[in-house]
C-alpha cells in the first residue's frame, strides 16, 4: 500500500439516511485527518486521530457526524440524517508526527444528498 | 483566528510565462507551511513544504516558494509554466507543535494556454 484508500469514491444519498465513509492511511502514519471540500473552496479541517484518539473536532462538525479510528488503522466517518447540505467531497488524510512528508491525501469520496 | 488566504482565485497564462501565486498567512507564532496541487480529477498532492531553515525551499516540477516571515507570505513561483501545470493550487498552514491541523487557502486555479 503506497497511499491512503478512501471508500467509496461516491455515494448517492436520500436526505435522511445515514452515510458512513472509510479511510485506510498509510500503514506508518500514526495521525489521520479528515477534511471537507466544497466546490471552489479549500479543504475544510473536520476532525483529526493521534493513533485512536481523537484529538480534536471543528466546530463545523456536527452532533450528527461522528468519528472513529478504533485500532488507530482504519478510520470510519459516519453523518447521520444526511442534510443536502452535507454534499461535498470528503477527504481524508495521514502523516507521520513529525509531518515529515506533509500530509498525504487520499482521492476522496464525493457525498450527494438528493 | 488562525487563517490562510491566497490573492487569486484564477490565473490565466500561456506556456513559457512566469507563474507567481500569492499566499499570506495569519499565525501569531511558528508555522509550517505547505503548497498542495490538485490536476484535474486526481488528488491533492505535495508540491513542497517549509518548516524552518532556508526560506527558499524547492519542490517537485520545478516549482518554488519563499518563505517572508515579515510579509506573512509563502509564495509560490515557477518560471517557466507547462500546459501541464493546469490544476487547481492551495497553499496551506499549520501552527508549529500544534497537533498538525492544516488550514487551507482558498486555491488558486492555474489555466495555462498551450
Known amino acids: 500500500d503506497t497511499g491512503v484508500s478512501q471508500d467509496p469514491r461516491h455515494k448517492i444519498t436520500k436526505r435522511g439516511q445515514n452515510v458512513t465513509f472509510r479511510c485506510d492511511p498509510i500503514s506508518e502514519h500514526n495521525r489521520l485527518y479528515w477534511y471537507r471540500q466544497t466546490l471552489g473552496q479549500g479543504p475544510e479541517f473536520l476532525t483529526y486521530f493521534q493513533n485512536e484518539a481523537q484529538l480534536e473536532k471543528s466546530r463545523l462538525l456536527s452532533d450528527r457526524f461522528s468519528a472513529e479510528r478504533p485500532k488507530g488503522s482504519f478510520s470510519t466517518l459516519e453523518i447521520q440524517r444526511t442534510e443536502q447540505g452535507d454534499s461535498a467531497m470528503y477527504l481524508c488524510a495521514s502523516s507521520l508526527d513529525s509531518l515529515e512528508g506533509g500530509y498525504t491525501f487520499g482521492s476522496g469520496t464525493r457525498l450527494t444528498v438528493v | 483566528a488562525q487563517s490562510v488566504s491566497q490573492h487569486n482565485h484564477h490565473v490565466i497564462l500561456s506556456e513559457a510565462a512566469s507563474l507567481e501565486l500569492g499566499c499570506n498567512y495569519s499565525?501569531?507564532?511558528?508555522?509550517?507551511l505547505f503548497w498542495y496541487v490538485q490536476y484535474p480529477g486526481q488528488h491533492l498532492q505535495l508540491l513542497l513544504k517549509y518548516f524552518s531553515g532556508d526560506p527558499l525551499v524547492k519542490g517537485i516540477k520545478g516549482f518554488e516558494a519563499e518563505f517572508i516571515k515579515s510579509k506573512f507570505s509563502f509564495n509560490l513561483r515557477k518560471p517557466s509554466v507547462q500546459w501541464s501545470d493546469t490544476a487547481e493550487y492551495f497553499c496551506a498552514g499549520s501552527i508549529y507543535n500544534q497537533g498538525g491541523k492544516l488550514i487551507f487557502g482558498q486555491g488558486t486555479e492555474l489555466s495555462v494556454k498551450p
Open positions: 499565525y501569531g507564532g511558528t508555522v509550517n
